[in-house]
């Protein structure tokens, strides 16, 4: 039923490459900036157009695909996934909160433009995304899941920023408990919402829903995993973004509480998860799959 | 056709008082803070239970009673617009931003609860503002519109900070022209959308629509042109914020391009716009002359 590791991880690279290419080409020929302050529409061009994995909307893309829907229904969701995205990265950068100076190889946005700028081109991204959901090409009542969904995504990844940044974690939990509590806030709720939207862009059955909803989940918890060792083994020059900064900032990470060997098996085994998780899914499901495991042995 | 201005004050009055108690009762009863960490809805409740005039929420209830809806139907988008407006004052009361240090005459949320905080806080109030819309009580076709409106209302709000905060207002513009369109943005864009929601909510056909949207255009201007005026007249303690600072900020202002006495006149212009553009409604929309008259002679 799985592919083999190897072709699957190629056809993992295929998809985001296609995905990336689809998404670039809505953002950029869909989006009427005409109407903003020219340096508010060139910083958000900035952060939304400045490259990325583009995982967010190659999830959405790839759901709606999997579960039997066009591609043309998605881009709206995709898009707005994006946006998302990049807003929180320009909000988790500032000064106030990561202080990072680098992201996806180029200055960060504040640093760029300025931290009032990259504050309010923040918000301008947030408000856009959900306006991509309100012109959808789809049923009313669908643009209306999508949009609570994409509301609970964002309000979860506030809360895992807040986690991860100012701490207030329930009392009680064990180490382990509470990275994964944070993580599955912080990356894994957008990620989840992807997921979750491509599915309902695409009309999925419940079935068919929960199967994706369960490959979201793994997806995002694997990502933040590989994430956190990215940070301890790799340059920022490779990674594109400042890395060693967990340690140096006290913060608790997947390999600091369980060691890095015993990472790679959490990798391993949430890459099985998911794929097993869209198994029902059949040969339309390949592109998932190859997703997945790219993502378990990304280096950047 | 038009009330007393005596008379009518205090039914403005009335009219705000009732809405703000409804959109409060709603606020602490329907929202579900449950999931997110205690500190972070500490902050988010700081700043959207703190207070204030409440005049967006009312305007949305108020313009759906006004073409024939019930309250109830109004409440979810009241709360939307709320939050969205908390979130603007949050943001721009930064030390990035405007670096204000009162509102409401209260610490601004930054002071109290520090800058990171602050920016997620604010990033939360948006993001559950749309997750209200996805859940109101309507149809799924007026909840995308409701959607679509106040994305497009935060977009050119920000757009209005930006211009305010940052410059890049068009060339060739009169001074009268920039302030206008700095304020049609700034602070326009979320009461016409407020008005617009509560007719939408109310089920308004495409005149009373028209109406409410000339009204809130109205109503929007001028509460700017008090907002300035007050700044130049008022003490910070009894505005609750702090006063004299367009000035030295060197901002342009109504009363610094029109000069104080012809921004009175703006104001009862603009009051009379309003008045008129909501009087084919008939009674239904006395409670929106009211607030048109309080808020042309609002001190605070």
Not at 69 to 78: E, V
Not at 115 to 122: D, N, V
Not at 133 to 141: F, K
Not at 151 to 161: E, F, I, L, N, P
């Amino acid at each position: 039923m799985e592919h083999t590791t190897t072709t699957s991880v190629q056809e993992g690279r295929d998809v985001l490459a296609a995905s990336g290419k689809q998404i670039d080409q809505w953002m950029a020929n869909s989006i009427d900036w005409s109407h903003f302050p020219p340096h508010l529409t060139e910083a958000a061009r900035y952060s939304v157009l400045g490259g990325g994995k583009r995982l967010r909307p190659a999830l959405v893309i790839q759901c709606c695909n999997a579960v039997g829907g066009d591609t043309d229904a998605a881009l709206a969701s995709a898009a707005a996934l994006e946006f998302v995205h990049c807003f929180s990265l320009v909000h988790d950068d500032l000064p106030a909160l990561d202080n990072d100076e680098l992201r996806r190889g180029q200055p960060t946005l504040h640093v760029h433009a300025g931290e009032a700028m990259a504050i309010l081109a923040g918000d301008l991204m947030l408000a856009m995304a959900f306006g991509f959901l309100a012109d959808a090409p789809c049923e009313p009542t669908v643009r209306t899941l999508l949009v609570g969904e994409l509301a609970r995504g964002t309000s979860d990844m506030v809360a895992g920023q807040v986690y991860d940044t100012l701490g207030g974690l329930p009392e009680g939990l064990t180490p382990i408990d509470q990275v994964r509590l944070v993580h599955l806030n912080k990356t894994g709720a957008l990620i989840k919402a992807a997921c979750r939207m491509g599915a309902m862009c695409g009309g999925a059955d419940a079935e068919s829903l929960d199967s994706v909803t369960r490959y979201g989940d793994a997806m995002g918890l694997m990502f933040q995993v590989v994430d956190d060792l990215l940070d301890i083994t790799q340059s920022a020059q490779h990674v594109g973004k400042a890395t060693g900064k967990d340690a140096a900032n006290g913060k608790r990470t997947y390999p600091g509480v369980l060691g890095e060997a015993a990472c790679r098996d959490e990798v391993a085994r949430l890459r099985t998860e998911a794929v097993m998780a869209v198994s029902n899914l059949g040969d339309a499901a390949d592109p998932l799959v190859g997703l997945a495991n790219l993502m378990a042995i990304r280096t950047q």
